[in-house]
């Protein structure tokens, strides 16, 4: 059985930091899309950000110049560092893998908590 784990969630004030990454051993993240979800209580699942399998990496407009997606294909482990955090970032992250050549191959993680605040 394929899983994603993630780790890194925490509490931390306002302007902190945090790093989640996501781990998997069943699969090969190299031959996947990957990317992290968060979905707040009663709002719609938001896309944070994302990485091809060529590297190349996509953002929510709310994270640009704050979170900077990246992966370690030796370790098969995708990694989030966030920065200047915000109230509003707090929520449960969630990371997912589409596979390249057939996007009904996916899989996703029981999630990491953010907590943001003072």
């Known amino acids: 059985q394929v899983q994603l784990v993630e780790s890194g969630g925490g509490l931390v004030q306002p302007g902190g930091s945090l790093r989640l990454s996501c781990a998997t051993s069943?699969?090969?993240?190299?031959?996947?899309?990957m990317a992290w979800y968060r979905q707040a209580p009663g709002k719609q699942r938001e896309l944070v950000a994302s990485i091809t399998n060529n590297g190349s990496p996509n953002y929510a407009e709310s994270v640009k110049g704050r979170f900077a997606i990246s992966r370690d294909t030796d370790k098969n482990t995708m990694y989030l560092p966030m920065n200047s955090l915000k109230p509003a970032d707090t929520t449960v992250y969630h990371c997912n893998a589409v596979h390249i050549l057939n996007s009904g191959v996916a899989y996703w993680g029981q999630g990491t908590q953010v907590s943001v605040s003072s």
């Open positions: 069943r699969i090969r993240i190299s031959s996947y899309h």
